[in-house]
């Protein structure tokens, strides 16, 4: 079971880290990702990352601005989100899947199997 957690109101240009918790599950295998969403849109790649490589893939609207990373006990993924803007406001959530997802399928939210119960972001101008 996943849990996010971490998201609330903040200023624009502040920044949240978000928390993505697994009860019986280690983040050191398959993939993981971040995705996001406002009511009424479609559903929106932000990040994520395959664990038997060393990098990470993120969507154009946060590049340089997010970061994924993944505690030591590998039992917590965070979404570091720096220079927030409004437009980053939505409900975000995170994804796993025991698989090691080739490029082209991660952000597919369909390929992954669990997903948290996500956590609201709002940015204010």
């Known amino acids: 079971q996943l849990q996010a957690f971490g998201g609330g109101l903040v200023q624009a240009g502040g920044s949240l880290r978000l928390s993505c918790a697994a009860s019986g599950h280690t983040f050191s295998s398959g993939t993981v990702a971040w995705f996001r969403q406002v009511a009424g849109n479609e559903r929106e790649f932000v990040a994520a990352?395959?664990?038997?490589?060393?990098?990470?893939v993120y969507g154009d609207s946060v590049k340089g601005r997010f970061s994924l990373t993944r505690d030591v006990a590998e039992t917590t993924v965070f979404l570091q989100m720096n220079s927030l803007k409004p437009e980053d406001t939505a409900t975000y959530y995170c994804?796993?899947?025991?698989?090691?997802?080739?490029?082209?399928?991660?952000?597919?939210?369909?390929?992954?199997?669990?997903w948290g119960q996500g956590t609201l972001v709002t940015v204010s101008s």
């Open positions: 990352r395959r664990w038997m490589f060393s990098t990470n």
């Open positions: 994804a796993v899947t025991a698989r090691n997802l080739i490029m082209s399928a991660l952000r597919d939210g369909e390929r992954y199997d669990y």
